[in-house]
């Protein structure tokens, strides 16, 4: 009898200690495999013991060479049982970036990750989303057309301004407008005889680190007055709508109203969004990031992570402090960081910018009509799928009943081969060519496509690494033409083919 029990004590003791079928080997931690050769184990896996779990390739810089291209290690457990578990991240060791030299090893990453990106998409017969993957029509032909600027946050056309062809603000505080001094000449270069005068300096109020500083920039008429309403972030981390009257076609007073004032938070940085999109003299919209905050954009007491449409009513002399006041109106949340968002007739297109995996373009059909806020899957969903999102915002029931209802992205694409966010964007009218196109571009690649939502119809118009800068804003002139913004201080005049 105590044979027989302590045979049986060893076996639940052997059995104890081997690893479980369902989880993953000692492979996957320090730099002992391949991420290729982990991507097939996993799969092998999931296939044998029909598994669930999205993978997610998470990306960290090694001064370790033997360790480029190898995991690192994962976000489970060693010995975690994976039926358990939704998302699986694989940390793998790339080299610095900004090294100048690029190894094998480095490019094999990229495809690998792109690869595992687009199997994903087929999986759920989205392949066709990839903006990535998009016909080339042809190649847009550019010039510089302004350098030596800071950030170029915003580029438009004010009505009232006359005087100038365009509008553009520089993160750090400088708003100006530029004069073509040439469009008297005959066929004249888009290049020559441009200046630009400062019309409002905003630069003592803001401080630019990061995403901050001034935003967007628009054109609204309060009470008969025509005024430019500018978005920023004060030095105090107030977030600002401000009025500053047009006195005449070339001049601005620096006299400021504020007519909105939210509060951020003390290591807000990044994520403001901003853009601002005028809809009549009784109303303006404004799309807002979520403070690098997540679970602000699945909460009604936060005005972060939400598109808002606000009334013009009485903002002269009650400004809104606050999401709920009567005035606001939400019309989407769910959202990470729409940058510049834009209208397309009676739709309101949405690109929001993604954290580890995909970068979405979103539509709302008739925005103006909506009843209910349209719901964009952020922070529980990036793109399609499962952003392994922990935190609790909402009660569970909540949570369900918005992923239930969220909307899909209409076009994605991921954070591979050098790509990683989405930029808008304008809807062209002024180009017969390509009247209702809207023009997207990728922050890292300079990448720009057109796409015809309505038709399903998107073309790649400019190649990755054609602009050597960083873009942040596209907008289109009265001879349709686009101007393209940059990190780099440049604007760029695209001619599109």
Known sequence: MQKKFTLILLFLIISCSLPSQNSLSSDFVGCRITLEEGLQKIERLKENQELDFEV???????????????????NVPQEENLGNISVLDLVVGISNPNNETSTGEQNEIEQTEYDLYTLKLREINKLDTNLIEVPVYDQASFVIELAGYGTISHIGKIEALSSYEYIFSEQCGKIHGVVDESLEQSKPSPADG?????????????????????????????????????????????????LFEIIDASSVSNNESIIVEFETDDAARVHFGGKIIREDDLSFTICLGDLNSPGNSAKFDTPWGKVLNISNSNLMNNKIVDINDSRIKVIAFGLRNPWSCYTAGDDLIIPDVGNIQWEEFNIITKYRDIEEAVYFGWPWREGFFDA??????????????????????????????????????????????????????????????????????????LDPGVIPFKITTIQETLKGEALVGTTSGDIIRLNLP
């Open 56 to 74: 997610r390739i998470i990306k960290e810089i090694t001064n370790d060479s033997e360790c480029l291209g190898m995991i690192l290690g994962t």
């Open 194 to 242: 441009l200046k630009a005068p400062t019309i409002l300096d905003l630069s003592g109020m803001v401080d630019c680190e990061s995403e901050k500083g001034v935003h967007t920039f628009d054109q609204i008429e309060v009470d008969n007055t025509k005024y430019l309403l500018v978005s920023y972030l004060r030095n105090d981390l107030k977030y600002i709508l401000s």
């Open 388 to 461: 392994n999102y922990q935190n609790t915002p909402v009660d569970q029931q909540t949570e369900s009943l918005l992923l239930s209802i969220a909307e899909v992205p209409k076009y994605t694409f991921p954070h591979a081969n050098g790509y990683c966010a989405i930029i808008g964007g304008v809807n062209l009218v002024h180009n017969s060519a390509w009247e209702d196109f809207g023009l997207i571009g990728d922050f890292c690649t300079g990448t720009i496509w057109a796409i015809e939502h309505k038709s399903d119809r998107a073309y790649r118009v």
